[in-house]
């Protein structure tokens, strides 16, 4: 006998019967509905991202997944005022974000969707070379009986890992919107000193015009001039390292918002106090909890037996039984589930440890405010007194009993002390912003 007609005989498929009519509509259903996927070049029908993926990658409280902390995250509600600056470069810096996180939000959301079925029995469609007799044929249907909450423990772990994508979404948002908004404060601060910079250097420019024509009228010597003339030059380097920042500022928050809006915008939001909220690192302490928790059960129940029943049709018969299994045992088994009964006790010690560092974060945070307005208040009332000592120096020059210099000297403190005090608000809002940012208020939940 020829090689050719040993060959087509060992792959001949015996008589196609009811076993191998029901196994090609299980797998083209599963194919069809994006379950069992054969290898790329064998494919019936590739699995399709869902028409409605756009609002799985938002934080909705509604739906077969939604949670409390979900629901809570979409209910929050932005602090800064809604027609404000601040505002309008939060959404500009949302709108022009890639969008990673809802994205990841939208997978997770599949992935618990998929495991909040996983209750029903599984069919595995089985095809093998049965030696050189042909193909086998099997379709094996299992259904777990008594499992202890593995497949309870496989759902929360999957809602777990939802909620964790929720937390990770609004965080990243917020930080983003708080980065563009450091930056919008860093340009308007530069903005703000480079005003008093540049008002200090026509007064100096002044007095530089009024020593030049008393040396050549023969009334002041050089050293004066010099005086002036640096003082002048450092003023000058002052006001251009403010022009510098301001635009690198805005170079960044170009790039941040996709747009030159901020270029026209001026001006501080008043924010009001944050609500007590729980900071989202609570959040995703909580979250990375119940995710460690559930796999501390998946863990305790791989190491004890479960009871699950099975049928295997065949192209000869159908059998049925039940099955004992799941059970892995070894010489580390106790230690295997003594960690697993640990965990809880770990779980609840980081979340308290959690809440503890956002309380001390916060409470630090507007001890700091504090401690600017104290001194914002103290230096406007500093200011004021030197601008009234200024004023007297110039009304003593013009009496003869100060000399420019002395005028010029103090025109420079004032000018330094002004710089200060108008830096001071930027930082209180600064601080008032990372306070928001640390409770997902920078953006309302139901955007992101």
Known sequence: ???????????????????????????????????????????????????DLQARQRLSP????????????????SILPPNGVFARIATATHAAAPQVEAAELGLARLKAEAASRNGWPTITPSLSLDGIAGLA??????????????????RDRAAAELDLAAVTLSARQNQRAFDALSRYLDAERARAQAEVAQQAVARLTEFHRIVTARIKGG?????EEQIIAQTITEMQATLAADRQARMQALADLRLQTGSNMAETLSGLDPLPPPSDA?????????????????????????????????????EDAVTSGLALGGVTLGLGSPATLAAAAATPDLVARQTDEARRAADRSRQETEGRIATLRTRQAQGAEVLRQTRANLDLYAEQY??????????????AAAARLERDQASLAYDIARLELEIARDAGLLLDGARL
């Open 398 to 411: 013009r009496l003869g009993r100060r000399s420019l210099t002395d005028l010029t000297a103090q025109t």
């Open 278 to 314: 729980d900071p989202l690192s609570v959040l995703r302490q909580q979250a990375d909890g119940a995710r460690h928790l559930a796999e501390a059960r998946i863990t305790r129940a791989n190491a004890l037996p479960g009871l699950s029943a099975t049928a295997t049709a065949t």
């Open 137 to 154: 044929a099997r379709l094996v249907v299992d259904q777990p009986l008594f499992d202890h909450g593995r497949r309870d423990a496989q």
């Open 219 to 223: 009334l002041s010597d050089r050293s």
């Open 1 to 51: 006998m020829q090689p050719a007609s040993l060959l087509s005989r060992s792959v001949r498929a015996p008589h196609l019967g009811p076993t191998w009519v029901l196994l090609s509509v299980a797998v083209l259903l599963s194919g069809c509905m994006g379950g069992l996927q054969p290898p790329a070049m064998l494919a019936f029908a590739p699995g399709k991202p869902p028409s």
């Open 62 to 77: 509604e739906g077969s997944t939604a949670s409390p902390l979900v629901a809570d995250l979409s209910a929050r509600r």
